[in-house]
Structures are given as C-alpha cells and as structure tokens.
Nanobody, 126 residues
Framework: QVPLVESGGGLVQTGGSLRLSCAAS????????MGWFRQAPGKEREFVAA????????YYADSVKGRFAISRDNAKDSVSLQMNSLKPEDTAVYYC???????????????????WGQGTQVSVSS
C-alpha cells in the first residue's frame, strides 16, 4: 500500500493555477511534517514547500515564495499545494513526502523524509 498519493497535476498555461493534493493512508498523519519536492527532467530533486505537523510553520523555496501555498488538514489526512502564477520553470514531477522533521533547517532536505508518493506531473506551457 502506497502511503502517499498525489493528485491534481496537469497542463496549464503560464500564469495559471493548479492545486495539488496528497492523501495519506497507513500513517499517523498528524505526527508527520509534510513536504513537497519536485524534479524536472535532467535536474536534481529540489525542495518546494513544507509544513509542520500542526501546520503552524511553513517553509518555501525562494523560487516559489509568494506564488505557492502549502496547507494541511489533519482531520482528512491530506496536504495541499496551491500553485498560482505558474511559470514554465515550474514544470516538473511533484512529490509529496512525510517525515519526522522538527528542526527548521531540516525541512528543506529530502533525506529527512521517510515516505514518498509516486509523483504527479505539472507542465506549464509558455
């Protein structure tokens, strides 16, 4: 059973919006920090956004600050990523991840996340 399943990806024009969702199962979701990462063709995986287990702290990559917003619903075991003002450089496979992360600096590092989804493709046309 895959513990994390992403949805909401697709093709959008520059300036458009998408909302990604990630549903968790088989995890004590509320105890995990949640993150979104992305990987573009030929590039390394990079951090996009993260949220603490209670939702009180959020973290963003500089490239998406002011455009993306992460949120979570612990009652529904889900986390979302609202993406606005999309750019062609946002094109990538987006992954949801869950981890036992507590220190601020650790949210940005994929190695600190224990569970990963299979990814959802986001494509932004120019």
């Amino acid at each position: 059973q895959v513990p994390l399943v992403e949805s909401g990806g697709g093709l959008v024009q520059t300036g458009g919006s998408l909302r990604l969702s990630c549903a968790a199962s088989g995890l004590t979701f509320r105890t995990y920090a949640m993150g979104w990462f992305r990987q573009a063709p030929g590039k390394e995986r990079e951090f996009v956004a993260a949220i603490s287990w209670r939702g009180g702290r959020t973290y963003y990559a500089d490239s998406v600050k002011g455009r993306f917003a992460i949120s979570r619903d612990n009652a529904k075991d889900s986390v979302s990523l609202q993406m606005n003002s999309l750019k062609p450089e946002d094109t990538a496979v987006y992954y949801c991840a869950a981890g036992s992360v507590y220190s601020s600096g650790d949210y940005y590092k994929g190695q600190n996340y224990d569970h990963w989804g299979q990814g959802t493709q986001v494509s932004v046309s120019s």
